[in-house]
């Protein structure tokens, strides 16, 4: 695998690409030169929504063998795989929070690499990451377009990801071991170990409708094409003996 470079310097020394419109790729996407096969783009937010599609289909496939167990007389391996389902949510919660920053940090890079004419000063302050991320949905944004953006963190579906949500991310980036109620009002620990279908779902549902409503105001279109539909998977792995 061979990095060629940056789709804006290709464009920039070479040409326009019209990849970069079928697949939404950005600015800053690497243009990789594979042997045997086409050229490759990568970007971060399109490996963290594989990732997250890869983790739930794995995660599906654990709840739907865990779903006919007989736990009065349960298998073997049904211990082990209700720890490995828990495991799995956790990683997709935490999984689609790095992809909001992810896509947050991508706006703000791909807005300073497409416009040369932005001063030092500006440039600094949009590609910033010390504010939380809950301000930078916002802030990030409304330094694009100039104005206050229509989405709203108050309103669904960021006022769900950074509400009850986050509460649950909070928990598994900065556990609490024990029953003591944190500064926020809620016992960690009780969070870290709720782990249910619908909060996975809800979290990439949201995670995908926010990321959606934001390409559509900056860009007006929809998009990104790299974001594909979630889809909740029917397979089922055959249990180990």
Known sequence: MFRLSTVLEFENNIG?????????????????????????????????VRDIEFLHSLYSNAENMLNKVDWSSKPKWAAAASEGSQGLGRTIVLTCFNLLESF????????????????????????????????????VPRQILGREPSVDI???????????????????????PG???????????????????????????????????????????????WLKPHKTTNLVLIPPQ
């Open 104 to 139: 947050v940090g991508g706006l703000a890079r791909a807005h300073v690499m497409c416009n040369a004419n932005i001063d030092e000063a500006q440039a600094t302050k949009i590609l910033s990451a010390r504010d939380s991320l809950r301000k930078r949905i916002i802030s």
């Open 179 to 225: 029953d003591q109620v944190a500064s926020l009002g809620y016992v960690k620990e009780i969070l870290f170990h709720d782990i249910s279908p619908r909060l996975v779902n809800d979290t990439i549902n949201y995670t995908h409708a926010a990321i959606r409503n934001i390409w559509t105001e900056i860009h007006g279109r929809s998009g990104p094409k």
């Open 16 to 48: 326009r690409l019209c990849v970069s419109d079928s697949l939404d790729a950005p600015p800053y996407a690497e243009i990789l030169i594979q042997g045997g096969i086409d050229a490759a783009y990568r970007h971060p937010e399109y490996m963290l």
């Open 154 to 176: 108050n309103k669904p579906p960021l006022s769900l990801l950074f509400g009850d949500i986050k509460k649950y991310r909070d928990s598994f980036v900065h556990c609490e």
